[in-house]
């Protein structure tokens, strides 16, 4: 089983200002098979981003994937109040079990 | 537009089981998996396994695996995740998503399993 670890837990800061969330995997993961989603309290999780760095559709520009191999980061360049959420990395391939790392908490400062 | 629209809540006691429909509209059934992915209280999001919606084969992870039974009703266009003999562990909410080579962008709503004797 690959093993997502996210990184920081917690990330405090302020509208405006970027925020870099990171994904670690215990092995190499193929790009295409990592995803990122944001979860909002009360909420199904979201997609963002597949495909390492793909966008999903109306999301805006200002969240980008990067990475390879077996470090991903999420990028959220100036952030709105409603950015604000929990994100999951999650690896789904190309053979089961698909795993999510643990989550990174954006927090507004 | 896609939509998936999940039961409504459930409690049941240990050693119970329950039975969660994801009903799908919008979309060709028979051309997307479904998957289902389970989330703890204040906890993370756990994948639980996968169907095809095409020829109804299903794939769980590991420790589910005896526990939970993935169906399909494709003239229902409704999946359905039955988990059997409930601990409290199991307390969870519960959500279907639509499975697509670009990621999982429709989800349903969740539906709240609360096992307590």
């Known amino acids: 089983e690959i093993v997502l670890t996210q990184s920081p837990g917690t990330l405090s800061l302020s509208p405006g200002e970027r925020a870099t969330l990171s994904c670690r995997a215990s092995?190499?993961?193929?790009?295409?098979?990592l995803a990122w989603y944001q979860q909002k309290p009360g909420q199904a999780p979201r997609l963002l981003i597949y495909?390492?760095?793909s966008r999903a559709t109306g999301v805006p520009d200002r969240f980008s994937g990067s990475g390879s191999g077996a470090y991903f980061t999420l990028t959220i360049t100036r952030l709105e109040p409603d950015d604000f959420a929990v994100y999951y990395c999650q690896q789904c391939g190309p053979l089961p079990p698909i795993t999510f790392g643990q989550g990174t908490r954006l927090e507004i400062k | 537009q896609v939509q998936l629209v999940q039961s409504g809540g459930e409690v049941k006691k240990p050693g119970a089981s329950v039975k969660v429909s994801c009903k799908t509209s919008g979309y060709r059934f028979d051309n997307y998996g479904i998957t289902w992915v389970r989330q703890a209280p204040g906890q993370g999001l756990e994948w639980m396994g996968w169907i095809s919606t095409d020829n109804g084969n299903a794939r769980y992870t590991q420790r589910f695996q005896g526990r939970v039974i993935m169906t399909i009703d494709t003239s229902a266009t409704t999946a359905y995740m039955e988990v059997r003999s409930l601990r409290s562990d199991d307390t969870a909410m519960y959500y279907c998503a639509r499975v697509l080579s670009s990621g999982w962008p429709d989800w349903g709503q969740g539906t709240l399993v609360t096992v307590s004797s």
């Open positions: 092995q190499s993961v193929g790009s295409r098979y």
């Open positions: 495909g390492a760095s």
